[in-house]
Structures are given as C-alpha cells and as structure tokens.
C-alpha cells in the first residue's frame, strides 16, 4: 500500500484518494469520505499480558480531628472500715526512780478481744516523764524513751539504735517534764491481747539520776496519763 501524500495547500471542498479511501478537506482537516471498511474484530487472546508496574504511593492523607473528652466516670466509694470497739484507760499514779536503768510499767495496761484475724487495734498513748539530773543548766543528752508493749513483749520499736531502741525518745536536757504521743495500728490475730507502755531512761547509774512519770523531779508539778486501744474492722 502507497503511502499517503496529501496536497500541501489545499482549498476548502478539495477531494484526495489513494489506497481506494477517498478524503475531503473541510477547510481545516482532511475527513475521510469513502474507502475500505471496519474489519472484524477479532478473538480475544488466551495468552495473560505481563503484569504492569506498581504505581505510585499517593500522598498521605491529612490527619483527622481530635474526637471529644470522653465523660468522667464515676467517683469511686470510700475505704470501708468499722469500729467494733474503744477501750482506754488512763493514771495519774507517779512513778519516782533514782540510779535504776531498765524500763518500768507506768501503769497504763488494756486488754482487748479481737474478734477476727483480720481486724486491727489502733493502740495510742500520751505521757508524761523525763530523766532528770537535778541540774537544769546542764543541758542535753538527758534521753527518756517510753515503748510499746502487747503480751510483755516489745512491738512498735526502732531497730539498730546503738543505744536504745524505744517507740518514742525525748531529750529531757531542761530537766523538767516532757510528753510522748505515740500511735500504732497492729494486727494481733484473733483472741485476748494486753497492751501496756514502759518508760527507761538512758543516764548512768547515779544516786542523783531519777526517772520521773507523771510528775516533776520536785514534785511540784503533776499530770495524767492515757492509753487508748480500738478495734477496726476493715
């Protein structure tokens, strides 16, 4: 088949034929008229293409709004606990030692029933005591210590001291009265359980070196003294 050789400067109507296809210039493009018809189309092929390659990864997408605060929730209920139970006891009984070093009863003592393993007894004292010298201008290092006991032995007290280990220390050094308070939440177990408080004095062994307990050195001065135990289901 010839090649097609259109005229290069046709006029508006102009016909061209070649290869049995016969063209018309419409004053802008040639627009074929006659010629040879569509063929048939054909079967489609058996034969699977190459796969194409991968495009492109688009451009991510801008991010979405921040959703909304979600409501609060609800307040949650208060640690239940009861109290089964309050003893106390208290003295104004003094207690007057001189050149004595270990620890003795003031006189405050409680038993309590403790219905359940699981319950606790809250054990909480105030006292009234101090070593003393008879020198108020002395000053310092005049260390009375009072502990806690359940069932005549020691709870409730330091560890490793390298001169004492008690529930409360004071250093008397004015040589008048001072107080301990002092508070415990114990688990007992079960069962009947006494609590008392002791005092000592850490002074070396001298005539002129007193212990005093709900009372000043003189006298002069006096005062009471409380132990509480409670019972607390929790």
Same mark, same amino acid.
């Given at each position: 088949m010839a090649n097609f050789d259109f005229p290069s400067s046709p006029s508006n109507?102009? #016909? +061209? @034929?070649?290869n049995g296809i016969t063209y018309t210039y419409n004053g802008t493009v040639w627009k /074929? !008229? %006659?010629g040879a018809t569509k063929g048939i189309k054909g079967e489609p092929s058996t034969v699977a293409g190459d796969k194409g390659q991968k495009g492109e990864v688009g451009a991510g997408g801008s991010g979405g709004d921040k959703g909304q605060k979600g409501a609060t929730g609800a307040t949650g209920s208060a640690a239940s606990y009861t109290v089964k139970q309050v003893l @106390? %006891? &208290?003295?104004?009984?003094t207690q007057y030692y001189r050149y004595y070093q270990g620890p003795i009863d003031t006189g405050l003592s409680l038993t309590i029933n403790c219905a359940d393993s699981n319950n606790k007894i809250l054990i909480e004292y105030t006292i009234c005591c101090a070593a003393t010298t008879g020198n108020s201008s002395f000053g310092? &290092? /005049? +260390? !009375?210590g009072s502990r806690l006991l359940r069932n005549n032995? *020691? $709870?409730a007290g330091g560890t490793s001291g390298g001169s004492g280990n008690e529930s409360v220390y004071t250093d %008397?050094?004015?040589d008048s009265l001072d107080h301990h308070s002092f508070s415990y939440m114990d688990t007992p177990g079960a069962g009947?359980? %006494? +609590?008392? !408080? *002791? $005092? /000592?004095?850490? =002074? @070396?062994? #001298?005539y002129s070196n007193? =212990? !005093?307990f709900n009372r000043s050195r003189s006298g002069a001065y006096r005062t009471l003294s409380t132990l509480t135990c409670s019972e607390i289901e929790i």
């Open positions: 109507g102009q #016909s +061209y @034929s070649a /074929r !008229v %006659t @106390s %006891t &208290s003295t104004n009984g310092g &290092s /005049r +260390y !009375v032995s *020691q $709870i %008397t050094g004015h009947n359980h %006494t +609590y008392k !408080v *002791q $005092i /000592r004095h850490h =002074l @070396s062994g #001298s007193y =212990l !005093v």
